[in-house]
């Protein structure tokens, strides 16, 4: 008689390690830039949007590269299991999406605001389009 036992397989510590990382970098590069040019330089950063001003706030900035890296590489494993293309597809939707994200900041109420806000966006795409493409490698 065979027997086989089936266990479910932990997520590999390397692929934790580029998560963690990924999402981190993605923290923590826009939080630094803002830190330098908020608080520090004493340039508030104020975008408009539908009639309305919004200071950028450092909760804002931590939500808005938190959230989208955590959905950005939740959707690089999701590929990782669907489709042996996963690295194409990948890179194709993350180049997409950051570039799409790139109209928002030009709601920044002055020239300075709109390129960090852009800049910020730069950085949590230069931390999540490589992590995603790890974590799609099989």
Do not use: F, Y
């Amino acid at each position: 008689m065979n027997t086989e036992t089936v266990t479910a397989t932990p997520v590999p510590a390397n692929r934790r390690r580029v998560w963690i990382l990924s999402i981190v970098a993605a923290v923590s590069l826009p939080t630094a830039l803002w830190t330098i040019v908020d608080p520090l330089a004493g340039h508030e950063l104020v975008a408009a949007s539908g009639g309305q001003t919004m200071h950028v706030t450092l909760p804002w900035v931590i939500a808005g590269a938190m959230a989208p890296g955590m959905i950005g590489l939740g959707l690089s494993m999701v590929l990782r299991r669907l489709t042996k293309h996963s690295r194409i597809v990948w890179l194709i939707v993350s180049i997409l999406a950051l570039a799409g994200s790139l109209g928002s900041p030009l709601g920044g109420t002055t020239t300075t605001t709109v390129l960090v806000l852009m800049t910020m966006h730069l950085m949590v795409g230069a931390a999540i389009i490589p992590g995603g493409l790890k974590l799609t490698t099989r």
